[in-house]
Protein backbone atom coordinates (compact mmCIF):
# COMPACT_ATOMS: atom_id res chain seq x y z
CA UNK A 1 0.00 0.00 0.00
CA UNK A 2 3.06 2.16 0.77
CA UNK A 3 4.38 1.61 -2.35
CA UNK A 4 1.12 2.34 -4.48
CA UNK A 5 0.77 5.77 -2.31
CA UNK A 6 4.21 7.19 -2.97
CA UNK A 7 3.98 6.03 -7.17
CA UNK A 8 0.72 7.79 -7.26
CA UNK A 9 2.25 10.71 -5.68
CA UNK A 10 5.53 10.59 -7.34
CA UNK A 11 5.03 9.03 -11.02
CA UNK A 12 8.15 9.90 -11.80
CA UNK A 13 10.26 8.35 -9.35
CA UNK A 14 10.87 4.20 -9.48
CA UNK A 15 10.47 2.42 -5.91
CA UNK A 16 12.17 -0.54 -4.81
CA UNK A 17 11.85 -2.71 -1.61
CA UNK A 18 14.83 -4.22 -0.39
CA UNK A 19 16.19 -5.48 3.15
CA UNK A 20 16.04 -8.49 5.22
CA UNK A 21 12.53 -8.11 6.06
CA UNK A 22 11.13 -7.82 2.27
CA UNK A 23 14.39 -10.82 1.74
CA UNK A 24 12.52 -12.68 4.27
CA UNK A 25 8.71 -12.50 3.06
CA UNK A 26 10.12 -13.24 -0.18
CA UNK A 27 11.56 -16.14 0.56
CA UNK A 28 8.20 -17.35 2.40
CA UNK A 29 6.01 -16.57 -0.68
CA UNK A 30 8.22 -18.61 -3.31
CA UNK A 31 8.54 -21.83 -0.77
CA UNK A 32 4.89 -21.67 -0.61
CA UNK A 33 4.26 -21.41 -4.24
CA UNK A 34 6.76 -24.08 -4.72
CA UNK A 35 4.58 -26.56 -3.03
CA UNK A 36 1.64 -25.43 -4.64
CA UNK A 37 3.71 -25.80 -8.42
CA UNK A 38 6.29 -28.45 -7.80
CA UNK A 39 4.92 -30.81 -5.36
CA UNK A 40 1.64 -31.03 -7.92
CA UNK A 41 4.24 -31.73 -11.20
CA UNK A 42 6.13 -34.14 -9.54
CA UNK A 43 3.74 -36.37 -8.24
CA UNK A 44 2.13 -36.03 -12.32
CA UNK A 45 5.70 -37.12 -13.35
CA UNK A 46 5.88 -40.17 -10.65
CA UNK A 47 2.86 -41.29 -12.20
CA UNK A 48 3.80 -41.34 -15.59
CA UNK A 49 7.03 -42.79 -14.61
CA UNK A 50 5.18 -45.89 -12.82
CA UNK A 51 2.75 -46.14 -15.02
CA UNK A 52 5.40 -47.21 -17.86
CA UNK A 53 7.61 -49.35 -15.64
CA UNK A 54 5.41 -50.88 -13.14
CA UNK A 55 2.58 -51.79 -15.79
CA UNK A 56 0.38 -52.03 -12.57
CA UNK A 57 -2.57 -50.29 -11.55
CA UNK A 58 -2.74 -51.38 -8.05
CA UNK A 59 1.18 -51.15 -7.42
CA UNK A 60 0.74 -46.92 -9.12
CA UNK A 61 -1.89 -46.43 -7.03
CA UNK A 62 -0.46 -48.39 -3.88
CA UNK A 63 2.59 -46.29 -4.04
CA UNK A 64 1.15 -42.80 -4.37
CA UNK A 65 -1.03 -43.38 -1.43
CA UNK A 66 2.37 -44.85 0.89
CA UNK A 67 3.71 -41.13 -0.92
CA UNK A 68 0.78 -39.11 0.58
CA UNK A 69 0.50 -40.47 3.36
CA UNK A 70 4.44 -40.41 4.30
CA UNK A 71 4.24 -36.73 3.61
CA UNK A 72 1.13 -35.77 5.39
CA UNK A 73 2.49 -37.69 8.35
CA UNK A 74 5.73 -35.79 8.23
CA UNK A 75 4.00 -32.10 8.33
CA UNK A 76 1.22 -33.35 10.67
CA UNK A 77 3.81 -34.19 13.17
CA UNK A 78 5.77 -31.60 12.86
CA UNK A 79 2.78 -28.70 13.04
CA UNK A 80 1.79 -30.93 16.33
CA UNK A 81 5.60 -30.34 17.79
CA UNK A 82 5.33 -26.65 16.57
CA UNK A 83 7.73 -26.70 13.79
CA UNK A 84 7.24 -23.74 11.79
CA UNK A 85 7.44 -23.57 8.30
CA UNK A 86 10.04 -21.84 6.82
CA UNK A 87 11.57 -21.42 3.23
CA UNK A 88 14.13 -24.13 3.77
CA UNK A 89 11.74 -26.86 6.03
CA UNK A 90 9.19 -26.32 2.60
CA UNK A 91 11.43 -28.62 0.54
CA UNK A 92 10.51 -31.62 2.86
CA UNK A 93 8.08 -32.98 1.10
CA UNK A 94 9.51 -32.76 -1.64
CA UNK A 95 12.42 -34.91 -0.45
CA UNK A 96 10.23 -37.15 1.46
CA UNK A 97 8.68 -37.62 -2.11
CA UNK A 98 11.98 -38.69 -4.03
CA UNK A 99 12.84 -40.83 -1.04
CA UNK A 100 9.62 -42.45 -0.32
CA UNK A 101 9.04 -44.03 -3.63
CA UNK A 102 12.44 -46.12 -3.04
CA UNK A 103 10.78 -48.16 -0.58
CA UNK A 104 7.72 -49.48 -2.88
CA UNK A 105 9.70 -49.66 -6.14
CA UNK A 106 11.70 -52.31 -4.25
CA UNK A 107 8.84 -54.07 -3.05
CA UNK A 108 6.73 -53.92 -6.11
CA UNK A 109 9.61 -54.51 -8.74
CA UNK A 110 10.67 -57.82 -6.65
CA UNK A 111 7.18 -58.79 -6.68
CA UNK A 112 6.48 -58.49 -10.33
CA UNK A 113 10.32 -60.69 -10.71
CA UNK A 114 8.65 -63.17 -8.35
CA UNK A 115 5.45 -63.66 -10.12
CA UNK A 116 7.60 -64.32 -13.80
CA UNK A 117 9.12 -67.00 -11.71
CA UNK A 118 6.39 -68.90 -11.57
CA UNK A 119 5.09 -67.41 -7.92
CA UNK A 120 0.69 -66.60 -7.78
CA UNK A 121 0.26 -62.74 -7.04
CA UNK A 122 0.07 -63.56 -3.12
CA UNK A 123 2.78 -65.57 -2.65
CA UNK A 124 5.08 -63.41 -4.69
CA UNK A 125 3.51 -60.68 -2.29
CA UNK A 126 4.91 -62.34 0.78
CA UNK A 127 8.16 -63.49 -0.78
CA UNK A 128 9.00 -60.05 -1.47
CA UNK A 129 8.24 -58.10 1.71
CA UNK A 130 10.76 -61.19 3.14
CA UNK A 131 13.39 -60.45 0.73
CA UNK A 132 13.03 -56.15 1.15
CA UNK A 133 12.02 -56.25 4.67
CA UNK A 134 16.59 -56.04 5.99
CA UNK A 135 17.67 -53.78 3.09
CA UNK A 136 14.37 -51.21 3.50
CA UNK A 137 14.93 -51.18 6.82
CA UNK A 138 18.88 -50.45 6.44
CA UNK A 139 18.23 -47.81 4.29
CA UNK A 140 15.66 -46.18 5.62
CA UNK A 141 17.60 -45.98 8.91
CA UNK A 142 21.17 -44.43 7.82
CA UNK A 143 19.00 -42.15 5.84
CA UNK A 144 16.93 -41.31 8.64
CA UNK A 145 20.14 -40.82 10.79
CA UNK A 146 21.55 -38.90 8.15
CA UNK A 147 19.02 -36.22 8.15
CA UNK A 148 18.94 -36.54 11.92
CA UNK A 149 22.56 -34.81 11.79
CA UNK A 150 21.01 -31.62 10.28
CA UNK A 151 19.82 -31.08 14.17
CA UNK A 152 24.07 -30.54 14.38
CA UNK A 153 24.33 -27.43 12.00
CA UNK A 154 24.67 -23.90 13.50
CA UNK A 155 21.49 -22.67 11.11
CA UNK A 156 17.47 -23.74 13.18
CA UNK A 157 15.79 -24.09 9.93
CA UNK A 158 17.97 -26.68 8.54
CA UNK A 159 16.90 -28.26 12.21
CA UNK A 160 13.24 -28.98 10.90
CA UNK A 161 14.12 -29.79 7.57
CA UNK A 162 15.96 -33.14 9.27
CA UNK A 163 13.12 -33.49 11.27
CA UNK A 164 10.37 -33.23 9.12
CA UNK A 165 12.29 -35.42 6.62
CA UNK A 166 13.00 -38.51 9.24
CA UNK A 167 9.65 -38.19 10.44
CA UNK A 168 8.71 -38.76 6.58
CA UNK A 169 10.94 -41.42 5.48
CA UNK A 170 10.37 -43.02 9.14
CA UNK A 171 6.55 -43.06 7.82
CA UNK A 172 7.61 -44.11 4.53
CA UNK A 173 9.06 -47.20 6.09
CA UNK A 174 6.40 -48.51 8.18
CA UNK A 175 3.74 -48.07 5.54
CA UNK A 176 5.94 -49.70 2.70
CA UNK A 177 6.35 -52.78 5.12
CA UNK A 178 2.94 -52.88 6.09
CA UNK A 179 0.06 -50.42 4.27
CA UNK A 180 1.59 -51.35 0.93
CA UNK A 181 0.95 -55.03 1.03
CA UNK A 182 -2.28 -54.91 2.05
CA UNK A 183 -3.39 -51.63 0.12
CA UNK A 184 -1.85 -53.92 -3.38
CA UNK A 185 -3.69 -57.46 -2.38
CA UNK A 186 -7.16 -55.61 -1.31
CA UNK A 187 -6.78 -54.20 -4.88
CA UNK A 188 -5.96 -57.01 -6.80
CA UNK A 189 -8.78 -58.87 -4.98
CA UNK A 190 -11.49 -56.07 -5.86
CA UNK A 191 -9.55 -56.48 -9.61
CA UNK A 192 -10.46 -60.30 -9.25
CA UNK A 193 -14.23 -59.98 -8.11
CA UNK A 194 -15.15 -57.26 -10.75
CA UNK A 195 -13.18 -58.24 -13.96
CA UNK A 196 -15.29 -57.54 -17.13
CA UNK A 197 -18.40 -56.74 -14.38
CA UNK A 198 -20.59 -56.05 -17.80
CA UNK A 199 -20.21 -59.36 -19.56
CA UNK A 200 -20.77 -61.29 -16.15
CA UNK A 201 -17.35 -62.84 -16.61
CA UNK A 202 -15.81 -62.07 -12.65
CA UNK A 203 -17.08 -63.85 -9.56
CA UNK A 204 -20.67 -63.26 -8.01
CA UNK A 205 -20.15 -59.12 -5.93
CA UNK A 206 -22.53 -59.08 -2.93
CA UNK A 207 -23.20 -55.62 -1.52
CA UNK A 208 -25.09 -55.44 1.39
CA UNK A 209 -26.31 -52.14 2.57
CA UNK A 210 -27.76 -52.22 6.53
CA UNK A 211 -29.95 -49.56 7.88
CA UNK A 212 -31.00 -48.59 4.92
CA UNK A 213 -33.68 -46.39 5.97
CA UNK A 214 -31.12 -44.11 8.03
CA UNK A 215 -29.79 -42.57 4.99
CA UNK A 216 -32.20 -39.22 4.09
CA UNK A 217 -30.13 -37.60 1.66
CA UNK A 218 -31.80 -37.58 -1.55
CA UNK A 219 -28.83 -37.63 -4.07
CA UNK A 220 -27.95 -40.84 -2.39
CA UNK A 221 -31.60 -42.52 -3.54
CA UNK A 222 -31.45 -41.06 -6.99
CA UNK A 223 -27.57 -42.77 -7.23
CA UNK A 224 -28.57 -46.40 -5.80
CA UNK A 225 -31.48 -46.24 -8.42
CA UNK A 226 -28.84 -45.68 -11.01
CA UNK A 227 -26.77 -48.39 -10.03
CA UNK A 228 -29.75 -50.32 -10.01
CA UNK A 229 -30.81 -49.39 -13.56
CA UNK A 230 -26.92 -50.61 -15.07
CA UNK A 231 -25.88 -52.90 -12.53
CA UNK A 232 -23.88 -55.85 -14.06
CA UNK A 233 -25.07 -58.96 -13.92
CA UNK A 234 -22.33 -60.37 -11.40
CA UNK A 235 -23.82 -57.54 -9.07
CA UNK A 236 -26.48 -58.86 -6.20
CA UNK A 237 -27.56 -55.83 -4.33
CA UNK A 238 -29.22 -56.46 -0.27
CA UNK A 239 -30.95 -53.79 1.36
CA UNK A 240 -31.75 -54.00 4.82
CA UNK A 241 -34.22 -51.13 5.94
CA UNK A 242 -37.19 -50.76 8.44
CA UNK A 243 -39.24 -49.54 6.27
CA UNK A 244 -39.52 -49.35 1.98
CA UNK A 245 -36.79 -47.13 0.49
CA UNK A 246 -37.74 -44.03 -1.63
CA UNK A 247 -36.78 -46.29 -4.56
CA UNK A 248 -39.03 -47.91 -7.85
CA UNK A 249 -39.79 -51.06 -6.15
CA UNK A 250 -42.71 -52.13 -8.36
CA UNK A 251 -40.66 -52.15 -11.20
CA UNK A 252 -37.70 -53.60 -9.59
CA UNK A 253 -39.89 -56.50 -8.63
CA UNK A 254 -41.58 -57.25 -12.32
Known sequence: KIVADLKARYPDLTVVLTGVSMLNNTFAESGLRDLQTLVPLMYLVLILVMAVTLRSASGTVATLMVIGFSSASAMGLAGYMGVKLTPISTMAPTIILTLAIADSIHILVTLRKQMLQGLDKRSALIESVRINAIPVAVTSLTTIVGFLGLNFTDTPPFHDLGNITAL?????????????????????????????????????????????HVIQAEQIHKDLGYLLDHQPPNLHLTLLARVDPPLSLARLRA
Open 168 to 212: GIASAWLYSMTFLPAVVSLLNEIAALTSDPWTGSGQDLILILDDY
